[in-house]
């Protein structure tokens, strides 16, 4: 199942300069309802949206009616939910998968006195429509520093779901803080395409580490990854993915990037009620708290503090995870010294970083 697409940088740099009309109602009493692309108790990415669905219902009581359907296919199955939801009388419908994106804004144009809210998605053609996302790229720079770190064999791993900017950010920000801290390692990328499947992911897995790696990241939705590396006997440590993935710790799982989505859901459906919603895009990270970083645990304590350190001046504003001098993999300038990348240029971004080695599919 596919969440997300390729995003030419041109296309998401204007989705993120356009503004956005106000459509002003107020309410005494809304419905909002959600549709996710996983299982409520997928471990991962969809869990992470519930838990965040299951906050704003506790903190809104009887003033919010919430409704959500899981595991809905990306393309005519979400279209046809989300129909029946804003005939059902949803005011809000959060759509938290990429593929969600034009199914999301087909449907705004049928029932423009509802409000859609979709996740990582660039479209917004219609003054319904918000998108929103998360600087998941900021969690792996404090990720990439645990494992240039920690590993032993000098190689480190990465589970990819699909070649789209997202994903390669991740990779390119794992990488560059993972080579800061050590030199001499290598990074394999294990190209899954695939959001959701434990078989899958755990086949992945274990291809890195039949190649001797021994720290390994994951972009994709399951705790899969984390089982084929807990019967390495702590030889392999990885990563908890968009929820903490507390099961496995003290390790494998040595931390995590929690996504809380919770703020956002109060703030948006609050703004519902209030008549004060608006069309806009939003980009939050470490510093917003939409990016979280989990425990550190098994970890020697200068690791620890060390990353620690990465996420507090992250959060700070003081550093940025993609800050010149840069080189794109086949050795051209991409950043000055001490410049910072656009957020346009991550956004669209399709190419790694000098020292990855293999090539993104195409």
Known sequence: MKRRHLLAGAAMGLALSMGGGAIAQGMDKAKACFVYVGTTTDGGWTQA????????????????????????????????????MALGGC????????GYMDPTNAVAAKFPDVKFEHATGFKREHPNVTTYNARFYE??????TIAGRMTKSNKIGYIASFPIPEVIMGINSYYLHAKKVNPAV???????????DPAKEADAAKALIDQGVDVITAHT????????????????????QASDMAEYKP?????????????????????????????????????????????FTGL????????AAMRDAISAGTYHPFTGPLNKQDGSAWLAEGAVAPDGDLLGMTFFVEGITGEIPQ
């Open 251 to 295: 390790s494998p799982r040595v931390s995590s990037i929690i996504d809380d989505w919770s703020p956002y859901y109060i703030g948006r459906i609050q703004a519902v009620l209030d008549g004060t919603w608006e069309s806009r895009d939003s980009w939050d990270g470490i510093a917003q708290g939409t990016v979280g970083i989990g425990e």
């Open 139 to 144: 969690g792996r720079a404090v990720l990439g």
């Open 221 to 240: 939705d399951s705790t899969a990854p984390l089982a084929e590396m807990a019967k390495t006997d702590g030889k392999v440590i990885g990563f908890g």
């Open 91 to 98: 005011n809000i419908i959060f759509t938290t998968s990429f």
């Open 186 to 196: 290598e990074l394999s990328v294990v190209w899954a395409f695939t959001w959701f």
């Open 300 to 307: 020697p304590e200068e690791v620890a503090a060390e990353a």
């Open 49 to 84: 949206h519930h838990v965040a669905v299951l906050k704003a219902q506790e903190h809104f009581g009887d003033k919010v009616e919430f409704q959500w359907q899981e595991s809905v296919p990306e393309g005519a199955d979400s279209e046809r939910v989300m129909t029946q």
